[in-house]
């Protein structure tokens, strides 16, 4: 099976940084599903919205616009590790933030996206 595991989340002040990592195990059971990597984030009461994904071959990417010029997704295809740099943070990024993956073909979402992590907080404070 392919599993996701997030980590690096904690608590900064506005305007700090954090950097995300995901390590996909498995993908070889299932290649196909696991394609694009992408990062959520679902803040109380709202709904999880994409905020970066990365393909694995070709590396193509995208970003959601309200992180544009702030975070910066890559990938280590030998360490099967994908990574979200997030630089001035602000408190309305306050959210669980979660890696996934997915078929390729178009940007991943919530319905898309096969396997999910089991989230990592991220707090912004003013």
């Known amino acids: 099976q392919v599993q996701l595991v997030e980590s690096g989340g904690g608590s900064v002040q506005a305007g700090g940084s954090l950097r995300l990592s995901c390590v996909a195990s498995?993908?070889?059971?299932?290649?196909?599903?696991?394609?694009?990597m992408g990062w959520f984030r679902q803040a109380p009461g709202k709904e999880r919205e994409l905020v970066a994904a990365i393909s694995w071959i070709g590396g193509s990417i995208n970003y959601a616009d309200s992180v544009k010029g702030r975070f910066t997704i890559s990938r280590n295809n030998a360490k099967n590790t994908v990574y979200l740099q997030m630089n001035d943070l602000k408190p309305e990024d306050t959210a669980v933030f979660y890696c996934?993956?997915?078929?390729?073909?178009?940007?991943?979402?919530?319905?898309?996206?096969?396997?999910w992590g089991q989230g990592t907080q991220v707090t912004v404070s003013s």
């Open positions: 498995g993908r070889t059971f299932d290649y196909y599903s696991s394609t694009v």
């Open positions: 996934a993956a997915g078929p390729p073909g178009k940007t991943p979402s919530v319905t898309t996206c096969k396997y």
